[in-house]
């Protein structure tokens, strides 16, 4: 059983490059050294490209394959970033860009799951994560924190979390702030986490996708800055939510480089690396952070209120992320869960179904909120209204 | 035992979109419909990026996540492309866009192939191959083809295979213009593989990576355009060579819709989808390929030359792709091989070792003659020469 410190068996079947033991000569030779050992092509794309020709000009490998923990440049901003607003104590060398936090996800469960192993997911969590684990021929084991939070804030998290694990739990999935519930899991909760995590020498993986999307005087605190938790914490983020760049599918792993190279051998027989010039783009976003971020955070303050200000069903204010999650049990009248969603989508407003999100959310809906602009928002939420009310 | 048509069980354990039951009546309402199921932004990001102006306005859904599948408008120009350049007989919903063609073998290992059942890997060949056959679970049997094809050309090849075949054999692994021998299959060896395909029922992997990049009267012949072929055959195409952008990491599968709609939900627990931008981004180039992409296999031509008309080294030469592959057994001297390949870098020319590309590689060696610009080759096989003849 593979409990931290030790990776997925399948790991053992994957060779990292050939050319590590090389590399303090190749860099040694630096450019004088003719490098016929990559497939790739020295000239640049001989197509028109639609980016500033001054940008091409001062990053002349765009093109090319780059370092499969990813571009140098980016991976340095990233652990000053993750340093400064996150305090978790990385170096330069303790970030692996992936493919979209998804991806970071993925690696993650084939590196440290084997076969037969659980692993504890706090729900309602992200969709697709379930999977993740499945892939693996990991099993998932629920355990509803995050509604049950909302109603009882003074829980004795680490009791309440210490029911779910067995000798066979080899790693906790955390998502905070909380996609599709909006909870923000404060210091106390998260020292319950970690009480349990190392108590059982578990993994921890957490799903740092909303960093910085916390409203009010709700403040995200990463997990991996706590006392002992970052050599057994893969803190995961991504270019989606806050930088508002889903399309780009570029995200990150902050963890201790010798985690992040076992992994690594995982990513590159996953896609080799992410977008080499996907992340040179990126470089210069990071650096200014400070300049733009808060205003869409606080524009997505404002776009909650134009539901909560509105909406006629019983949810809890969410404090961070952008998702309304609620119940619709006591607004159906008799309807049919499905036909309710249907009549959502007759009227012209479509919902995420809660059964996607966990066991025991089969009766919810999420809504998210950035994803259409106020106007929109409050037509939908005049036509949520009449369908939730049954009008 | 899943053979053609069935999938690994894996598969069976993820959920394809809760969506796909609404679609219709999604499509139906248009721009009318308020999407509050999607966790998107609806502004585009607020910092600036190194992209025209012009190109963003045009696609104002760059920043945003789209369709798994890929964007609906590069999947139809390369459905286009597929059926014109390939003759492969598409249409726009078979073809599925990937990150990279690295990551289009690997969903299809995961999605095929069950623990304990096994591959049969054309050698030599791309190295990072048999670890995603491995991370399925599946056995790698290795057929040592391209190099035999040389020297003997005229071979039985259906019989050949044969030998390899057993009652668990799922897939076959085909890879032509081949890395690293540079063989391209004759059609008379591609009907070969069609025999045993279809005699033992397998699944059949194309990698057309190097798609387009043939030398002089050589073509390559897309496989599933052959008779009963297109059914259970996934062709796989990258943007990394003919197109000189590997560090875009888009490729892409052709198959009927009906596999790939299960393959897509492998797809999406890796990464959910690859880049929205670098779709986007491709759409002009693909369109435009016929003034540009020969002038570019031209000159890979005379940088072939280059090699072969100084190399003192026995080598093939290569039909397609952009590698030298041969044996250094008889110029070793004395020398051990690793000691060889040290010296080599310790000239200034770094190649790549056999052993990645199958067993009876261990004293050859790779040289990619693509990556550096022509003086720069020039310099390199003289010194090359200087390590392999011992001067």
Same mark, same amino acid.
């Given at each position: 059983?593979?409990?931290? &410190? ?5 790991? #053992? $079947? ?5 050319? @590590? %033991? ?31 020709? $001054? ?18 440049? +980016?991976?340095? !901003? ?26 970071? +996800? ?11 192993? @659980? ?7 992200? &969709? ?5 684990? %499945? ?27 210490? %029911? ?7 790693? +906790? ?22 009480? !349990? ?19 009010? @005087? ?15 914490? +893969? ?54 952070? @400070? ?9 997505c303050y404002s776009l909650r209120d134009i539901f909560t200000q509105e909406l $006629? ?11 309304l999650?609620?119940? !619709? ?19 012209? !407003?479509?919902?995420?179904? #809660? ?12 809504i998210?909120f950035a994803?259409e602009p106020p106007e929109r928002l409050e037509i939908a939420v005049k ?9």
């Amino acid at each position: 059983m593979p409990k931290f &410190p030790e990776f997925a068996d399948r790991l #053992g $079947q994957l060779r990292g490059s050939v050319f @590590e %033991k090389f590399l303090p000569k190749m860099r040694e030779k630096g450019d004088a050294l003719v490098k016929l050992h990559i497939g790739d092509s020295y000239l640049p794309p001989p197509y028109e490209l639609p980016i500033h020709s $001054q940008f091409l000009s001062e990053h002349p490998f765009f093109n090319r394959y780059c370092n499969t923990m990813g571009v140098q440049e +980016l991976r340095e !901003v990233l652990a000053d970033k993750v340093s400064q607003d996150n305090q978790i104590p990385v170096d330069r060398d303790d970030v692996m860009m992936t493919c979209g936090a998804s991806n970071a +996800l993925n690696v993650s469960m084939l590196s440290l799951v084997n076969p037969g192993e @659980e692993v504890l997911v706090l729900t309602p969590c992200w &969709p697709f994560f379930p999977g993740m684990v %499945k892939v693996a021929g990991g099993k998932v084991v629920e355990a509803p924190v995050y509604m049950e939070l909302y109603d009882n804030p003074e829980l004795d998290l680490s009791a309440y979390l210490e %029911k779910f694990i067995t000798n066979k739990t080899v790693l +906790l999935y955390l998502n905070t702030p909380n996609n599709p519930s909006g909870k923000v899991l404060r210091e106390d909760h998260l020292a319950a986490v970690c009480d !349990v995590v190392q108590r059982h020498n578990l993994w921890l993986v957490s799903d740092e996708a909303y960093d910085g999307m916390t409203f009010g @005087e709700n403040k995200h605190i990463s997990i991996a800055r706590m006392p002992g938790m970052f050599e057994r914490t +893969l803190s995961i983020f991504t270019f989606s939510k806050v930088y508002m760049f889903a399309g780009l599918r570029l995200g990150y792993i902050a963890a201790p480089n010798a985690i992040l190279k076992h992994l690594n051998k995982m990513l590159v027989h996953q896609l080799y690396s992410p977008s080499t010039l996907a992340q040179q783009m990126m470089v210069a976003p990071v650096k200014t952070r @400070e300049d733009w971020h808060r205003d869409f955070v606080q524009h997505c303050y404002s776009l909650r209120d134009i539901f909560t200000q509105e909406l $006629q069903a019983p949810y809890h204010h969410p404090e961070g992320a952008y998702y309304l999650f609620f119940s !619709v049990k006591d607004l159906l009248q008799g309807r049919d869960y499905w036909a309710l969603i249907d009549e959502c989508l007759e009227i012209g !407003v479509s919902i995420a179904p #809660g059964n996607d999100f966990g066991k025991g959310f089969e009766d919810y809906i999420r809504i998210c909120f950035a994803g259409e602009p106020p106007e929109r928002l409050e037509i939908a939420v005049k036509r949520l209204n009449d369908v939730l009310l049954g009008m």
